[in-house]
């Protein structure tokens, strides 16, 4: 599939695993690729920064999403705060005392989790449907809002941003590129 990216697309895709390794995460998230696109140049750049989204303020909605993905509500739900437990390890053993451990990912090898893999294969869906042979970072952007329940998209509408205006602005901009 990546044969298929453009030069600006296979950015996005370096700039998703630094934004992994900078964020100590496991996986390539959808969040990351997220994050891939908005330090882009290209139209879905431009069009999540017309609307305030930046790498900057979308970073710490980023975190908050992985630290969501350990199910809070459930273990709240038996008595375990998870930012209680956080700050009295950090009180104990220091900042960052959770976070992975350093040199773990010095590889830069950091592997694509489920949704990341998925709003790729969404990508390329949506550059079919708008009969294109290429994926830029539009059609990532596109793919990345097409699920709603992508963290991705998760973190723009928490930031207020109208994902449905958003898509289609985003769509006449990957349209006007080609013509």
């Known amino acids: 599939m990546f044969e298929r990216f453009t030069d600006e697309a296979r950015s996005v895709v ?11 995460a496991e996986r390539i998230g959808s969040e990351h690729v997220l994050l891939g696109v908005i330090a882009g140049q290209g139209p879905a750049a431009l069009a999540l920064r017309e609307r305030g989204v930046t790498a900057e303020n979308l970073r710490p909605r980023v975190a908050h999403l992985a630290e969501r993905s350990l199910d809070a509500e459930a273990l709240r739900s038996i008595g375990i705060d998870l930012a209680a437990v ?83 602005d985003v769509e006449r901009r990957v349209l006007a590129r080609v013509a």
Do not use: C, M, W, Y
């Open 14 to 24: 370096e700039r998703a695993r630094d934004e992994a390794l900078g964020l100590r």
């Open 86 to 168: 956080r700050e009295a390890t950090e009180d104990s053993f220091g900042t960052g005392a959770l976070d992975a451990p350093p040199g773990r990912f010095r590889s830069g090898r950091v592997p694509f989790g489920p949704d990341a893999k998925k709003s790729l294969e969404l990508a390329l869906r949506q550059a079919l449907r708008l009969g294109q042979k290429h994926i830029a970072d539009g059609h990532i952007l596109l793919g990345l809002l097409q699920d709603g329940r992508l963290p991705a998209a998760r973190a723009l509408a928490e930031a207020g941003v109208d994902l449905d205006a958003l898509r289609e």
